[in-house]
């Protein structure tokens, strides 16, 4: 069952509604303000409920806090060198906010959005119609999101179709902590992931061709392994990324619907099994987190996230396109999902 109700108005005065999904002993809710996660609350281990996303519990916290807590991204997650797009040998100029580059869809991003709504059954659909030109991307781009809550696993399903040639590279900024919100840091949740590679990058974090074997390195959870055992280690990677913020690529051809993770709580015996048929996922352990949540303090690494899709700035790397391209063209759909199923 979902329910909606005022979560309250933006400053400049537009509503913001909460959906929230109920599954037995679970419940979910989800913004309509940027497809915000606002919260995913199971049962621990000795079935006391558990928030394990960070968030806020008004309008203000999202839009006077960065982070991008629990938000949407698009029309571009992740990076693009210099903001440099180029089409069909046409180039576009896209915003700069963050060391030079492209982040994030740009100065006014889908995070921002307030999205049009519609409860199918169990589902909710959020949409939105993003103008040719907006953010200088090309192509009117039409999108939809369907949020589901069911059986302990939160489902997204991504579905988008341009008018033109474009780009897109859709994610989920979620923060999460097995051990609960305002429990203090995620460094203590045990994390696997299915990946035998990075993707390095330069100074401003910006992958610009090959790829890093991850045996043998502080970014190899072949084996599960606590996000803190090796966040300290001299490498040159960690370092250029003030910590864990670099790409995994999956070992899934893109399409093919995979489990590529698992994190458990050692506090709250929570397990979160992690799905997609994305060919990467960006592993971000909160370095810059510092502001006030819905319960605690989140201080640095208070939570991680784990945003699958397309290898970041792929658009100017023939050999990360490859491996699943975030040129969409026109009339074709683009479509893709992720899913977290949590168990204790």
């Known amino acids: 069952m979902i329910t909606s109700r005022s979560f309250g108005k933006t400053k400049d005065g537009r509503e913001v509604l909460a959906f929230t999904f109920e599954d037995g002993a679970r419940r979910a809710t989800v913004l309509n303000l940027g497809g915000i996660i606002q919260s995913i609350v199971v049962p621990d281990k000795n079935g006391n409920p558990t928030d394990v996303i960070l968030g806020y519990n008004d309008v203000a916290g999202y839009e006077e806090h960065g982070g991008y807590l629990g938000a949407l991204i698009g029309r ?61 991307y090309p192509g009117t781009l039409s999108v939809r999101v369907t949020y589901s809550f069911k059986d302990g696993e939160f489902r997204i399903l991504y579905h988008a179709i341009s008018d033109k040639k474009t780009a897109i590279n ?28 990075i993707t390095p990058t330069n100074s401003t974090m910006i992958p610009t061709g090959g790829f890093r074997a991850v045996k043998g390195t502080a970014f190899d959870f072949n084996t599960p392994k606590e996000i803190g055992k ?100 026109a009339g074709e759909v683009y479509e893709f999902s992720a899913a977290y199923k949590f168990q204790a």
């Open 170 to 197: 859709l994610t989920n900024h979620a923060y999460f902590n097995i051990d609960g919100e305002g429990s203090g840091s995620a460094l203590e949740n045990v994390l696997w992931i299915d990946c035998d590679y």
């Open 230 to 329: 090796d966040v300290g280690a001299d490498d040159i990677d960690l370092k250029q990324g003030n910590g864990y913020d670099h790409c995994h690529v999956l070992k899934n051809k893109c399409g093919e619907y995979v489990k590529y993770a698992t994190v458990t709580g050692k506090k709250s015996g929570i397990t979160m099994s992690c799905y997609t048929d994305m060919p990467a996922v960006q592993f971000y352990a909160g370095n810059g987190l510092n502001q006030q949540g819905k319960t605690a303090f989140y201080g640095r690494r208070a939570g991680f996230c784990l945003e699958t899709q397309a290898i970041p700035n792929n658009v100017n790397v023939p050999e990360y396109a490859e491996k699943g391209s975030s040129i969409l063209d």
């Open 76 to 136: 571009f997650g992740n990076r693009i060198e210099k903001g440099k797009l180029v089409i069909d040998g046409e180039t576009y100029d896209l915003y700069c906010n963050d060391r030079g580059n492209h982040l994030h869809g740009g100065k006014v991003g889908f995070d921002k959005k307030i999205w049009a709504h519609e409860i199918k059954g169990d589902e909710l659909v959020l949409s939105i119609v993003s103008p040719d030109g907006e953010e200088n």
